[in-house]
C-alpha cells in the first residue's frame, strides 16, 4: 500500500503575550508572527554583535595586559636608575665639598695657626666652590677650635675633644676625614661636619666645615628628573639627614629602612591609601641610603591613559558596529518579517478562496436541496389555490388550508436553513481558536452538507468516534473545511456504490482523525502530487486542485500533520494527526504542498 | 391518464398528486425508484414523472428500467440542477423531456399532455405499421 506522511515543514514560532487591545483588527498570527520577528531581531543583532565585540575585547585585553607588565618592569628599572644616579651624584659633591677643606690645607695661605683674616679667607674660598659651606674652623691636635670664621664667633676657643665626631676622626687609620651625621651641636641648629686631619710638623691639626643640609637640600633638587620624585636621605638607624620639610623634620625617625646588605633595591609600600614606589641606594662615602620614591599611579600614568583610551576604543565600536548591525538586521528581518505577514494573509485569503471554492463544488449539490423544499412550497400553493378553486369543490376550510400553510412555512423554513448554512461556512472569517470536540465538529460538518448527498450518492458513512476525546484548542472554522474537504474528496474518489469510515482515537499526545473510503485509491506517483496546489484530476470547472494543498496549509499551522494510505482499486486512507495540547502552536502558512486526489 | 410519480420528497408527491388528482388523472407515487419500477410492471402507464436523485436507485437507472417495462410509457424527468448535461443525458437515455424544480402545475401538465400526445402517435404509429407489415406480407 502506498503510504505518504507529510509532517510539520516549518518550526512553530513559540508563546507569545498577546495585547488584546492591540489584537483587535489584527490576526493572532500576524501579531505571533511579530513577536517572532522582534526576538529574532534582538537575538540575531546581540549574536552578530557578539561576534565582533568577543575576539576585540579578548585582544584588547591581552594587548593592554603585555603592554602594563612591560610598562611596571621599565617604571621599576627607571627609579631605581634614578635612585644609582643621584646616589653617585651626592657622593660625588661629598667628595668635593672634602677636596675643598683639604685644599685648604696645601694653599699658599696655610699656616698653622691660622689668624682670623686667614679663617675669614678660606671661607671665602669654599664658598666659592660651594654655599652650603656654613663655616670653617681650625682645631689643635686638642680638639681646641683655635680659629674660627663663621656666623657662630662663640664656637671659637670652643673645646671638642669630647666630641663624638673628633674622636672618630683621631682613631681613624685608613682615612684622614670624617663625614658626620646631621646633629645640632654646639649652634643647637641642624648640621653635618666634614672634618680632616693633617700632620704638620709632627703636629696634627684639623680643619673642619659645616654643611647646611637645607642648602644641600637645594642642591638636591636642582639635580634634573628629581622634582618628579620624592627624595630623602637617612642615615643607617633611618634617621633623616635630608627630607622634604614639608613631608618631615630632620632627625626624625624614618619608618622604613632599607636593608643595609642590599646595596640598591625595590620596594612598594602602601601609604595613606596610595602605593608607592620606592628605591634605595646606600652612599659610599657615609652610611646614608638615598630613598626616591614615587606614587604607583604617577608611573603607571601611562597605563591608565592606554586603559581609558582602550575602554574608549570599545565602547565606540561596540557602540558603532551595534547601530550598524541593529540597522542591518533591522532591515533584513523587517523584509522578511513583511514577507512572512503577506504570506500569512496570503494564507488566509487562500483558505476563504478554497473554502469559495468548495461552496462552489457543493452548490450543484446545494440547488438540489433548495429546490426540493421550494418544489414543496410550489405544489402547495398550487394546491391550495385548486382548494380556494370552486371548479374543484374541495374542502377550503381554514383548517384545511392551515394545513397546507404549515407544509408551506416548514419547507421555507427548510430552504433557509441551507442557504444560512452555506453562508455561514462561505463568511470571510478572522482565524478564532476555541475549545472544541473534534467529534462534534464532523457531525457538525456531516450534518450541514454531506449525508444527505452521501445517502443520495448510495455511500454509506460509518462513524467510530472516540468517545473519551479531549476537547483541544483549534479553529473550528477552519478544521471543518479539512474535513469537508476530506470527505468531498472521499465522495468523488466512490464512483458507485461505497462506504466512507470516519474514526476519530487517541493516544494521549495526539487526536488521529480517520477517512477512509472504498473508492477507487491511487497509485503512489498520484499520492506524491496530490498534495501540490492546482493538482486536480476532477473535471474542469469542478475542482480547484486547492483542497488538499490548503487542508495541509491548515495542519501544518496547528502543528498537526497528514498521513495517506491508498491502494488503487481499494480506496484511500486519510489520517489527520493534532498534537492535544495544541493551544501554543502558531500557524506557519505552508502552501508548498498539498491537493485533492 | 394513469400517472406515476416518483420523488423522495413525500410532502412534494402528494401536493402535486393532489394537483394532478383533482384535475383528472389517476396518480400513483412512489417514494423510491425500486417502488416505482414495481408499480411499473404491474400498472400500464401514460406517463412517468420522475426525480433524477433518489436515494438507492437514481433516477437514470430507473428511467432505463421503465423504457425496458414499458418503452411506449413517456418519461419526464425532474431535477433540482438545471444543466444542459443532465437534460441531454435524460434525452438520450429515452425521457420525453426534463423540468426543473420547481415548477408550476399548469407548466408540469403542459408537457405531460404533450408527452401524452407523442405516446398516443408512437401508438398508433405502431398500430398502423402492424397491418401495413402483414399486408406487405400478403402482397410479396
Known sequence: MASVS?????????????????????????????AYFNRLKIRLGLAVLACFIIPHVLLSVYFHWQFTTALKKTGKLNIEALAKSQRNTIDLFLREREMNIRNLFYSKEFTPDPGEQKMLFFLQTLNHFSDAFVDVGFLNHRGIQTGYAGPFPALLNKDYKNEEWFSRLMAEQVKDYVITD????????????????????????????????????????SIGKVKEVDTTLINQIGTYQLVDPLKANLLEKSS?????????????????????????????EVPWVLIISQPLKIIHAQMYKTRNAM?????????????????????????????????????????????????????????????????????????????????????????????????????????????????????????????????????KVLQSFTKHRLDLADIELVRNYAPDLPDIKIDADHISQVFLNMLNNAEDAIKEKGTITVSTNFDRRFIR?????????????????????????????????????????????????????????????????????????????NLDRGEKK | MNVLLVDDEEKFRTAVARQLTVRGYTVHEAGTGEQGIAIARTTTLDI????????????????????????????????????????????????FDYMTKPMGIDELIYKMEDAHKKRKLKTQQINAAAPADENNEQTN
Open chain 1, 182 to 221: 646631621v646633629y645640632l651641636g654646639f649652634r643647637n641648629k641642624p648640621h653635618f661636619t666634614i672634618a680632616l686631619k693633617m700632620t704638620i710638623d709632627r703636629r696634627v691639626c684639623i680643619m673642619r666645615s659645616t654643611i647646611d643640609p637645607d642648602k644641600f637640600y637645594m642642591f638636591l633638587r
Open chain 1, 311 to 443: 575602554f574608549v576604543n570599545l565602547a565606540i565600536i561596540t557602540l558603532f558596529l551595534g547601530v550598524v548591525i541593529w540597522i542591518t538586521a533591522s532591515r533584513l528581518l523587517n523584509r522578511a518579517q513583511t514577507v512572512a505577514e503577506e504570506s500569512v494573509q496570503l494564507q488566509t485569503q487562500l483558505i476563504h478562496a478554497s473554502k469559495l471554492a468548495s461552496v462552489g463544488e457543493l452548490a450543484t449539490g446545494v440547488a438540489h436541496e433548495i429546490n426540493n423544499p421550494l418544489a414543496i412550497i410550489t405544489s402547495t400553493v398550487g394546491v391550495v389555490r385548486d382548494m380556494l378553486n370552486p371548479r374543484f369543490n374541495l374542502d377550503s376550510s381554514p383548517a384545511a388550508i392551515n394545513k397546507e400553510l404549515n407544509t408551506i412555512e416548514s419547507a421555507a423554513f427548510r430552504a433557509s436553513g441551507i442557504t444560512r448554512q452555506l453562508l455561514d461556512f462561505g463568511r470571510k472569517n478572522e482565524p478564532q481558536k476555541g475549545m472544541h470536540n473534534i467529534n462534534d465538529i464532523f457531525d
Open chain 2, 48 to 95: 412517468v414523472i420522475l426525480d433524477m436523485r433518489l436515494p438507492g436507485m437514481n433516477g437514470t437507472a430507473v428511467l432505463k428500467e421503465i423504457k425496458q417495462i414499458s418503452p411506449l410509457t413517456e418519461v419526464i424527468m425532474l431535477t433540482g440542477q438545471a444543466t444542459v448535461k443532465t437534460a441531454m443525458e435524460a434525452i438520450t437515455m429515452g425521457a
Open chain 1, 6 to 34: 507529510l509532517g510539520k515543514k516549518k518550526p512553530a514560532t513559540t508563546k507569545i503575550s498577546m495585547n488584546q487591545g492591540i489584537s483587535s483588527g489584527i490576526s493572532e498570527e500576524i501579531l505571533q508572527t511579530r
Open chain 1, 256 to 284: 622604613y629602612v632599607p636593608p643595609r646588605d642590599l646595596n640598591t633595591g625595590i620596594h612598594e609600600r602602601t601609604d595613606e591609601d596610595e602605593i608607592m614606589l620606592m628605591a634605595h641606594a646606600w652612599l659610599n
Open chain 1, 513 to 589: 482523525i480517520k477517512i477512509q473510503d472504498t473508492g477507487e485509491g491511487m497509485p503512489l506517483e498520484r499520492i506524491k502530487e496530490i498534495f501540490n496546489p492546482f493538482y486536480t484530476t476532477k473535471e474542469p470547472g469542478k475542482g480547484t486542485g486547492l483542497g488538499l494543498s490548503i487542508s495541509l496549509g491548515i495542519i501544518n499551522g496547528m502543528g498537526g500533520s497528514i498521513e495517506v494510505q491508498s491502494l488503487p482499486g481499494k480506496g484511500s486512507i486519510f489520517t489527520i494527526s493534532l498534537p492535544a495540547d495544541t493551544p501554543t502552536n502558531p500557524k506557519t502558512s
